[in-house]
């Protein structure tokens, strides 16, 4: 007779572990689409927690190689870029493909090189021989021509600020036919050639923004800076270095897009532009700020995301305004309106393990790291979940599983500081399951949503490729449990599991009742709700449904 043990109907039905996450703990490999996708919409190329940026760029050229779908590759570049609102990744992505395909690569450049920054990331990739080359193809050349002469002059001077590589580098070596004497002009004044060289451009071909930056940059007098910013749509960082008092910055101030505003806060305090007659606040300064970043419209057109409000008012400097700081909650709460209400309560595991502590973006070096931890990020879409869904339970963990006691109606900002202040130990993502099946064990839920880093390693099993790991044991009696309590003609509970780091393996692999999905955008809320709403469309299946056309 046949051990029954090891050949037992229901044992054989549970998936084995088959792979080691980067902590050393058993897991699951993800298959090729499904962890390039995670990497795209969770990779900054930088160093995490576990993984060095280098190891993390070459995880993501082997994945690529296995996927022999440029169709596919295109559609995730755009994916990352539009909706997971990533920059290195999208980047990378479009050079592969540049490898790979030309007319795929023309189709989608626009879509994925939308400003300056991107064009010089994209340079750069391909300038460090990390993809192949070391110079611009003559298609890829092409591209770059087509992107400078059409660009509008507020977006090749915004393309200007930063170095290494400049614009100055990219002109000179996709080398752009220019289409008119002011465009020609344009680039010789780009590239700092004497103006001799631009004939038969002159200087009167200049166009008037960088007429009147110049004359900016000569003025002696405040307020004739003052004067001449008047409808001088430019970067606020090409006007900073030479504004000559706080009158000349209240005017820059004013002029700033939403996103330089709130990342510029400490630096406008600093600077006076929120101080008015003898010490006191500016009220007209203060007021004007403070609607901006309550302004509904402005914060969907500018798509900013809720965590990026908690870092403008984490650290926000202690004399900053309370009309400012409290704008910024508003504005959290607003960018939080997208999160969708739920088919019903969810079980909300937060990881507040000590890895979750690293930078959410990775280390970049000093001075250019992002103060927000994934812990803070996690906590911020644990509380904007359990906001739109307030019977739901939130269990942070570790090794361990926390019994949170918050009020779903407090402001988002405010739940997710008190969430994130848990734990800080090893990492076990089965623990808020184990809760659900113990503590919550007579709580009905449609399903359960892990936040975490994915990378858990206080486990029972031995070694993969001879056990589950114990998320998917808890999983298994989180089901019959529930099917219990719900009754057995309701739906089985579904588990989403979010990564925020690149990984390249899970805790649960992906099936009818398992969804993976990696990042940190809104758009991560859309697909959870989709899964637990009964759409089969897996993460995979959102990226494929791109349009290449629009």
Known sequence: MANKQLFGNKKSKRPRA?????????????????ALAQLATTGCLSSTFYVSAQQQLDDMVKLAERIDDNVFLAKLAIYARQRGMMKDMPAALLVILSTRDNELTHQVFDRIVDNGRMLRSVFQMVRSGQFGRTGLSSSLKRAFQRWLNEASTQKL?????????????????????????????LFGWLTNKPVAQWAPATLADLPEEVRRLEEYRQAKYADYQVRLLEGLKVRWDMLADKALDDKVWKEIAKQMGPQALRMNLNTLLRHGVLRGFRGKPDAEMVSMIAK???????????????????????????????AIKGALHRAAEI???????????VLIGLDVSGSMHWPVTGYQGFGATSAMKCVDVAALFAAAILRRNPDSVVVPFDTAAYEARIDPNDSILSLSERLARYGGGGTNCSKALEAANTRYADRPFVGAVLLSDNESWVTSGPSYGTSQTEVMQQWQKFVGNQMKLRGHEIASPKLICIDLQPNKTTQAPDRKDILNVGGFSDAVFQVVASFLEGDAGQFVAQIEATNLSS
Do not use: T, W
């Open 18 to 34: 088959n792979a080691q996450n980067n902590a050393g703990g058993i897991a699951y490999h993800l298959p090729p689409k499904q």
């Open 157 to 185: 001077l915004s393309a200007s600020i930063g170095n290494d590589p400049s614009l100055r580098d990219v002109l000179r070596m996709a080398r752009p036919k220019p289409k008119d004497n002011q465009r020609r002009a």
């Open 292 to 322: 901006r970043f309550a302004d509904e419209n402005e914060i969907k057109r500018s798509k900013q995301l809720p965590y990026q409000y908690l870092a403008a008012y984490k650290f926000a400097d202690e004399k900053m305004p309370q």
């Open 335 to 345: 960018a939080c309106q997208n999160v969708p209400q739920l088919p019903g309560p």
